[in-house]
Each structure stands twice: as structure tokens, then as C-alpha cells.
Antibody, heavy 116, light 107 residues
């Protein structure tokens, strides 16, 4: 079964950084783009951007450029989302997705809470 | 960015009803449109891609159509498991923007 396994819930303080992982299970991350999607509490879905693990080519959504960094380690089939200088408004669930421009496979999400 | 206007924001319907959700793009997206279903506490699930192609395992009561800027998702006969929130997404050009969602509730 194809799955994306994400790292667990995080509670961070403003100004801290956080790296979320997304590992393919039964799925090679070198097969396709990995996309990151944010969902703030009670809100809709926001496309943060995507990385091609084969080439490390990256598209960042304009709203996220400069605040997030995508990376990938093909050798362990894992993609990463780095959130820098966290603020309260970064409180959200972060999903990684795969399987094409239309996201066929979704990770379970990583809940991030930023609070002093 | 291509803005996606989804309507209605919420919809109340009964088991067996036929319902339609609409998504309008600010510009022609050449049928690069997907629909997702999200239930509380779960990740979204792909239902339809390329406007009208049903993802594997999705019941045939779901259908999508449209072209240019206007797209619809129809559920022909609502089942209890269909009460959820639905999102459209254009993937014609990055950033691949989503509609704001339609919450489908039981009447």
C-alpha cells in the first residue's frame, strides 16, 4: 500500500524553527513531485509549493516564499519542510502529498502549534 | 495566482438528494481541475481529476464536468458517508490554488 508517513505533532514557541518529515512507504519519492499543503484551524487548503526529489527543483507558493524551505533525501525516500522563525499564524496542519499535480496520495498531516 | 471561487460555501441536503458544487476560475484552466473530499480529522482524498476522471475506488455517483473557467462536481444520490467538505483545485499553473470549500451537511 502506498503511504506517506509524516512526523508527529509539534508544539513550538514563536521564533523557533521546525523541520517536518514526510517519508514514502511503498512509494518512491523519486517517482514524482512532493507537494506541501497547509490547513489553518477551521480553514481551507493552501498550496505551499512542491519539490521534485529527482532534481531538487522547487516551486514555492508566493505566500510562503522566504518563510519555508523544502528539501528531500532520495536515499531514505524522505522529504522535509522547514518552517523558520515560527509565529502564531503558522499554527496549522501541514500535509505532504504525492502522485501528480492532482494530489493522489496524502500524508496524515502534522499538527503544528505555535504558542508562547 | 488563479483565484478559484467555489460555491456554495455550505449546503444542506438529505440522503438520496442530487447536489452540485460549482467552482469558477479567474481564467481558463484547460480542464486541469481536481476535486477533493475531506472529513473531520482526516486528510483530503482525491475524488476527481482532469475535470471528469474518477479516481480509482471513487463511487460512480460522483461526477465532474466543465471546461474553460466553469466546473462542477455532482453527487447523484447522497449517501451518509458523503457528508463532508469538498474542495476544488486548479493545477493549470502554479501556485495550484484551491477553492475555499463547500461543507455538505445533513438536512
Amino acid at each position: 500500500e502506498v503511504q506517506l508517513v509524516q512526523s508527529g505533532t509539534e508544539v513550538k514557541k514563536p521564533g523557533e524553527s521546525l523541520k517536518i518529515s514526510c517519508q514514502g512507504s511503498g512509494y518512491s519519492l523519486t517517482s514524482d513531485w512532493i507537494t506541501w499543503v497547509r490547513q489553518m484551524p477551521g480553514r481551507g487548503l493552501e498550496w505551499m509549493g512542491r519539490i521534485d526529489p529527482r532534481s531538487s527543483y522547487i516551486n514555492y507558493g508566493p505566500s510562503f516564499q522566504g518563510h519555508v524551505t523544502f528539501s528531500a533525501d532520495k536515499s531514505i525516500s524522505t522529504a522535509y519542510l522547514l518552517l523558520s522563525s515560527l509565529r502564531a499564524s503558522d499554527t496549522a496542519i501541514y500535509y505532504c502529498t504525492a502522485g501528480g499535480s492532482q494530489s493522489r496520495v496524502w500524508g496524515p498531516g502534522t499538527l503544528v502549534t505555535v504558542s508562547s | 495566482d488563479i483565484q478559484m471561487t467555489q460555491s456554495p460555501p455550505s449546503l444542506s441536503a438529505s440522503i438520496g438528494d442530487r447536489v452540485t458544487i460549482t467552482c469558477r476560475a479567474r481564467q481558463d484552466i484547460s480542464s486541469s481541475l481536481a476535486w477533493y473530499q475531506q472529513k473531520p480529522g482526516e486528510a483530503p482524498k482525491l475524488l476527481v481529476y482532469a475535470t471528469s476522471m474518477l479516481e480509482s475506488g471513487v463511487p460512480s455517483r460522483f461526477s465532474g464536468r466543465g471546461s474553460g473557467t466553469d466546473y462542477t462536481l455532482t453527487i447523484s444520490s447522497l449517501q451518509p458517508e458523503d457528508f463532508a467538505t469538498y474542495f476544488c483545485q486548479q493545477y493549470h499553473s502554479t501556485p495550484y490554488t484551491f477553492g475555499r470549500g463547500t461543507k455538505l451537511e445533513i438536512k
